[in-house]
Nanobody
């Protein structure tokens, strides 16, 4: 059973960097044909895909966030991280990490973490 747990600060000030970690258990990040994504849901909005790090270590980001987002991993700790810089209150959301299968459909996901951007 794969489990994902998000962690990080629940409050970030505007213009600062939001940094979240997803700790994975039950399977390695390098497991073939699996992808590890970050998504978020802001109040009143639909779920938004932010980016992914593939089992190869390659990363892909949502075009709207390019330049602000960075996803990396620590395979020794079996963790992957999200960094989103220059945040504004519009980045306030519940952030989820998930595992996607070979078809890029999520099969496991974390419970989510609320991040509020406010001074």
């Amino acid at each position: 059973q794969v489990q994902l747990v998000e962690s990080g600060p629940g409050l970030v000030k505007p213009s600062q960097t939001l940094a979240l970690t997803c700790t994975v258990s039950g399977g390695p990040l390098t497991d073939d044909y699996h992808y590890w994504s970050w998504v978020r849901q802001s109040p009143g909005k639909e779920l938004e895909w932010l980016g992914v790090i593939a089992y190869t270590g390659n990363t892909y980001y949502a075009p709207a966030l390019k330049g602000r987002i960075h996803i990396s991993w620590d395979t020794a700790k079996n963790q992957f991280t999200l960094e989103l810089n220059s945040v504004t209150p519009e980045d306030t959301a519940v952030y989820y990490c998930e595992r996607d299968d070979i078809g890029w459909s999520p099969d496991y996901w974390g419970k989510g973490i609320l991040v509020t951007v406010s001074s």
